[in-house]
């Protein structure tokens, strides 16, 4: 059993930087991550993840090239470094991790195990 914490969340300006933490009571190490968003009024979608071991990468088109996941196993975290930040990326951020499953089915939702609570992020002036 996991119980994953996010962290990093907060009110940013447009144009600004964040970096979100995802860590886990247990190890992470063979679990795929993805972190995932959820707006105001709009259905939680895949913003991010990442396999367990050949870092393979999945990125949601609108975030492709400002946001950057990554993985420490060292640390036990994943990280998701969001540059550019824009008002529409406002939204809950959650991480997520899932063992049985491939790193694009994993941002469809699909095989997820563990879901954390969440980290608000709100982008704007």
């Known amino acids: 059993q996991l119980q994953i914490v996010e962290s990093g969340g907060g009110l940013v300006q447009p144009g600004g930087s964040l970096t979100l933490s995802c860590t886990a009571s247990g190890s992470l190490a063979d679990y795929r991550v993805g972190w995932f968003r959820q707006l105001p009024g709009k259905e939680r979608e895949g913003v991010s993840c990442?396999?367990?071991?050949?870092?393979?990468?999945y990125y949601h088109g609108s975030v492709e090239g400002r946001f950057t996941i990554s993985r420490d196993k060292a640390k036990n975290a994943v990280y998701l470094q969001m540059i550019d930040l824009k008002p529409e990326d406002t939204a809950h951020y959650y991480c997520a991790a899932g063992a049985l499953t491939t790193v694009q089915a994993l941002c469809g939702q699909i095989g997820i195990n563990y879901w954390g609570q969440g980290t608000q992020v709100t982008v704007s002036s």
């Open positions: 990442i396999s367990s071991v050949e870092s393979r990468t």
